[in-house]
């Protein structure tokens, strides 16, 4: 049973353009959504994060939105580059998972030049 | 450099044939996990570990082995691999005080079974 489904499975974007990605959960105890990014050949690693005590976190071109009551939380890249092609992965954890990460099944992004 | 590394980075093996994947981490992390990566399915986790002599199953441990003899090396044994567990795994790791903020993944080990 996925307790995190991400969507789109894969995404193509002209340069310049905006990015999202979409996650849902179902545990109402998670408490922390990290999303993490990987390059071909590469392990993920953390890109940005957020708890649900706030709506949204901006980092650089990349934003978090969350809607607690909705149980959705998206990525959003602005101005995407070709550089920003990668897979992404959103991930949860908190409650009786405790500090395990939960992730979803991952999107590839891919950015048109 | 401060680093998971991860060896064979890629494995083909035959059905049966005991294989150990070995992962090291020169952080000094007291946290240390295996996960596998299916295209669709993302990442799960197979075991972790919060400190040496001390592991725990993660969602799909089923047909894997792990130990935490040292705090550096987290191995994961496969006893008699079977087609089901071709797979790109990773390893990772985190400072116990950092859980669940950030981990930091190996390479990757590509395993193909015959």
């Known amino acids: 049973q996925q307790q995190v489904k991400q969507s789109p499975q894969s995404l ?93 099944e991952g999107t590839q992004l891919t950015v048109n030049p | 450099e401060a680093q998971v590394t991860q060896n064979p980075r890629y494995l083909i093996t ?13 952080m000094n992390h007291e946290y240390m996990s295996w996960y596998r990566q ?21 969602d799909v441990p089923e047909g894997y082995k792990v130990s935490r003899k040292e705090k550096r090396n987290f191995p994961l044994i496969l006893e008699s691999p079977s087609p089901n567990q071709t797979s790109l795994y990773f390893c990772a790791s985190s400072p116990l005080h950092q859980l669940p903020y950030e981990q930091y993944f190996g390479p990757g080990t590509r395993l193909t079974v015959t």
């Open chain 2, 38 to 58: 299916d295209p669709g399915l993302g990442l799960r986790q197979i075991y972790y570990s919060m400190n040496v002599e001390v592991t725990d199953k993660g």
């Open chain 1, 12 to 104: 193509i974007v002209q340069k310049g353009g905006i990015s999202i990605i979409n996650c849902a959960y179902e545990n109402t105890a998670f408490d922390y959504f990290p999303w993490y990014q990987q390059f071909p050949g590469k392990g993920p690693a953390l890109l940005i994060a957020i708890r649900p005590d706030v709506s949204e976190k901006k980092e650089g071109r990349f934003t978090i939105s969350f809607n607690k009551s909705a149980k959705q939380f998206s990525l959003h890249i602005m101005d995407s580059q070709p550089g920003d092609s990668a897979t992404y992965f959103c991930a949860a954890s908190g409650g009786t998972s405790g500090s395990r990460l939960t992730f979803g």
């Open chain 2, 14 to 26: 035959v059905t049966g044939k005991k294989l150990t994947v070995t992962c090291s981490q020169n």
